[in-house]
């Protein structure tokens, strides 16, 4: 569009309507010669006689302008506002979408200028500068100083698309590398341009280059996208490989050089800049499958977590959402990535998960997530090696339940799940193993370790960590706090009672346990619906029975002398059972009251 103009024209305000005719006008011409629109803002518009022969609209041209007669006292204040996306009054930016008919020196001055174009400018005509540009670096691929010059103008739309506040806009530039990107070349140029400006963080220039190093990582998710789709296009034209060596080394190198920046305690942008590329990193993984094997990018991700600094307090929370994002995608998902990342990622949980409330609870979901991988894999070799390898941070989650967690109860319930679940995972004979092998190296007796199991079993029926709605969760916690009675059962008989010396505390929360379990007010029955009724006792059947069955087996083995340490805690309870109007738990309840009363009376063994 080259000749648009905007009319004004002024008629007298009159009851008669031979008095309506115009008197004088004033226009604004709407474009330039470059096809640009006028700019916003006001524009002071002379006003011109009207000339009743109507020819006057015919003279707008300035050779023609003597053709008009000013009326020089009066002029006209005119406000515009474009609002298109199909037509542009900046310039520069309608030089970029016609670079075609610009010299080299002329389009490096436009790729210079264009850091100024209006932000709403670059969203307005994101597809068309993404074309432009990437057309110029297809044109120009010789040329290192346009090469240069494009990736950071792409940079610059980038960043404009990722700081825009009005709407997440960065779905778009994944509809675009999807649908309408097409670019053989960029592949190599942008991996390039990336290594050289990542590849300054320890030179001198880095003060110099800082800004164009924060937006390339601020930028990073959306230029490997384009790099992946380049070089797909490229493998797919050339029936190529999708990673040849060349290409691979160029992309390690890159890397290497985010490593270094991982690495680095200052000047304090970098830090920043480190902050960013923790957020930003894990979204290039499931892409990157397109193109490499899942065992590299296990090793690639397992470089990068270990060369983050551990000794930056700012940033370990970034890095526990890091590993947490990459567990819970596809390179974890690989059983060869998994065995090469699985140690850094149990390194690093050691470290934070006696650390402050917010690590431990992220450290808690990073754990949820690897014990759901290994539920999904229903007990195969690998996983059950991963649950292995994750159970010394037992002692730690049932320390956090019963410590930071206890007053927080979203993180409460997450703590209490991953607990819950890995005793739900653990095999009965693997608890010998647990005990002899794990706790030792944790620092744990086994007595402290008992008594902190059956610790967390008070906390978790005192204060339910789930909703009382929440019935699946609840008869989840309900068996596996009967699974600990029943694997911990042994243990307390043999080393706690018949052992060398009688544990009262252990004993008294042994039984304890099994008393709040028999009259949790979840888990009587009789006071149900129907329906919910029906449910759990065809889905659990009366988990009661089992709890009672693990009462009566620990009195017995507790000798005459010791139960008369215990009758503080077994009697009142056992005649509040004795009211179930469960029939079965009633005449147990009867049968053990009765033993207890009776040893009560019984005369104490020398």
């Known amino acids: ?162 700081s825009y506040k009005a709407t997440d806009l960065q779905p778009m530039v994944d509809w675009y590398v999807r649908e309408k990107f097409s670019s053989e070349e960029a592949h190599t140029i942008l991996v390039h341009c990336m290594e050289f400006y990542l590849g300054k963080i320890k030179s001198d220039e880095l003060i110099k280059l800082r800004t164009q190093i924060q937006d390339t990582i601020k930028c990073m998710r959306h230029i490997f996208k384009f790099v992946i789709e380049s070089r797909l296009q490229y493998s797919r034209h050339h029936h190529a490989s999708q990673v040849d060596p060349e290409f691979k080394g160029n992309l390690m190198k890159l890397f290497d050089a985010l490593n270094v920046l991982m690495q680095q305690t200052s000047p304090d942008f970098l830090i920043g800049a480190q902050a960013i590329a923790l957020k930003n990193y894990f979204m290039i993984f499931d892409d990157l499958l397109l193109l490499f094997p899942v065992g590299d990018l296990g090793r690639i991700a397992k470089d990068f977590i270990e060369s983050i600094n551990d000794n930056k307090p700012n940033l370990k929370l970034e890095k526990l959402e890091l590993i947490r994002k990459v567990v819970a995608g596809g390179v974890y998902g690989g059983s060869e990535s998994r065995r090469i990342i699985l140690p850094t990622i149990l390194g690093k949980l050691r470290l934070h998960i006696q650390g402050t409330k917010e690590e431990v609870t992220t450290c808690v979901l990073i754990v949820n997530t690897m014990l759901d991988a290994v539920q999904k894999g229903k007990g195969q070799e690998g996983d059950r090696q991963t649950l292995w390898d994750l159970l010394p941070l037992l002692p730690a989650i049932a320390t956090a339940l019963n410590g930071i967690l206890s007053n927080e109860p979203s993180g409460r319930a997450e703590c209490a799940t991953c607990f819950l679940t890995m005793v739900h995972l653990l095999e009965k004979q693997e608890v010998d193993k647990l005990l002899q092998t794990i706790l030792p190296k944790e620092g744990f007796t086994r007595q402290e370790f008992v008594a902190l199991v059956l610790s967390v079993c008070k906390s978790l029926l005192n204060t339910p960590p789930y909703p009382d709605v929440w019935v699946v969760m609840q008869m989840f916690q309900f068996r596996n706090i009967l699974k600990i009675l029943h694997v911990f059962g042994a243990v307390v008989k043999k080393e706690f009672v018949k052992g060398v010396s009688f544990s009262k505390n252990i004993v008294e929360s042994y039984f304890d346990v099994c008393l709040k379990l028999l009259t949790h007010p979840s888990l009587q029955l009789e006071n149900f619906y129907m329906t919910k009724q029906s449910f759990v006792t065809s889905r659990y059947h009366d988990l009661r029975l089992d709890a009672i069955e693990r009462v009566t087996e620990m009195w017995d083995a507790v000798g005459l002398k010791e139960s008369l340490h215990l ?4 009697v009142a309870r056992m005649l509040e059972l004795t009211k179930s109007p469960h029939a079965d738990l009633r005449a147990t309840a009867d049968k053990l009251y009765f033993q207890v009363r009776r040893d009560d009376t019984r005369p104490i063994p020398i």
């Not at 474009?82 to 310039?91: A, F, G, K, P, Y």
């Not at 009758?567 to 077994?570: F, P, Q």
């Open 567 to 570: 009758l503080s805690v077994m």
């Open 1 to 162: 569009m080259t000749a648009a103009y905007l009319i004004i024209t002024f008629t007298h305000a009159s009851s008669r309507k031979e008095k309506h005719d115009p008197y004088s006008f004033c226009f604004l011409k709407l474009t330039k010669a470059s096809g640009a629109v006028v700019e916003d803002g006001e524009h002071r518009l002379p006003t011109y006689k009207y000339n009743k022969k109507g020819d006057d609209y015919l003279c707008m041209n300035p050779s023609d302008a003597q053709k008009l007669v000013m009326n020089q006292k009066e002029h006209t204040t005119v406000r515009t506002s474009l609002c298109s996306t199909v037509i542009t009054n900046d310039e520069m930016l309608l030089k970029l979408l016609k670079w075609e008919n610009l010299s080299d020196s002329e389009l490096c001055t436009v790729l210079n200028e264009f850091t100024y174009v209006n932000q709403q400018e670059k969203i307005k005509f994101l597809a068309k500068i993404f074309d432009s540009l990437f057309k110029i670096l297809s044109k120009k691929a010789n040329d290192e100083k346009i090469r240069f010059l494009v990736y950071e103008s792409l940079v610059r739309v980038l960043t404009a698309v990722i």
